[in-house]
């Protein structure tokens, strides 16, 4: 069964600093990937998704994500994070064809302004 | 860590039956769970959000007489798609959270297959 891991659970970053959050996925087919945003008492928003073409793919509100098919890995980055990005973020990904979803357990990401 | 039960994993139906999905947190009271529907090549949707005791708030363009949500107990939500057909097909997940400002868990997901 695929499965979705994401190693930090909690990081804490200084404004400004520089973001880089681990997803690794264990499925060898063709997957789409997705991150997900939890701002504090909402509910999941989309940041960005890969289905295919290019592997550095742009979101919402600065951040990126590099596929890197050999090492099964979807990389969140942000080149600086502000106070307003503290939030949990959830990894997923879907096999191609497929709707059904994996979550990663999620990162907290903590900004201290 | 905390778990989310979720079940089915997959059903089949045929078109006009009801089908109810299982959301259970087995080791936290959860006060709030989110049911989320995904579309192909599209991103989650939020349908609706249940908190125990009280009535599920509906997103918009969801409809609630078609898709009922019961939250009875801190550990138990089940979403049930009434008289069901082929364009309900589509995965289905739930999520819950034990308060406002706490870590989000996820189901499995039910994958819904309508005939």
């Known amino acids: 069964a695929q499965s979705v891991s994401q190693h930090n659970h909690h990081v804490i970053l200084s404004e400004a600093a520089s973001l880089e959050l681990g997803c690794n996925y264990s499925y060898g087919g063709t997957v789409n990937l997705f991150w997900y945003v939890q701002y504090p008492g909402q509910h999941l928003q989309l940041l960005l998704k890969?289905?295919?073409?290019?592997?550095l793919v742009k979101g919402i509100k600065g951040f990126e994500a590099e596929f890197i098919k050999s090492k099964f890995s979807f990389n969140l980055r942000k080149p600086s994070v502000q106070w307003s990005d503290t939030a949990e973020y959830f990894c997923a990904v879907s096999l191609f064809g497929n709707e059904k979803l994996t979550f990663g357990t999620g990162t907290r990401l903590t900004i201290i302004p | 860590g905390a778990v989310v039960s979720q079940h089915p994993s997959r059903v089949i139906c045929k078109s006009g039956t009801s089908v109810k999905i299982e959301c259970r947190s087995l080791d936290f009271q959860a006060t709030t769970m989110f049911w989320y529907r995904q579309f192909p090549k599209q991103s989650l949707m939020l349908m609706a959000t249940?908190?125990?005791?009280?009535?599920?708030?509906?997103e918009q363009g969801v409809e609630k007489d078609k898709f009922l949500i019961n939250h009875a107990s801190l550990t138990l939500s089940t979403l049930t798609v009434t008289s069901a057909h082929p364009e309900d097909s589509s995965f289905y997940i739930c999520s819950a959270t034990p308060g406002t400002n706490e870590k989000l868990f996820f189901g499995s997901g039910t994958q819904l297959s309508v005939l």
């Open positions: 890969y289905f295919s073409g290019d592997p």
């Open positions: 249940s908190n125990e005791g009280s009535k599920a708030t509906y």
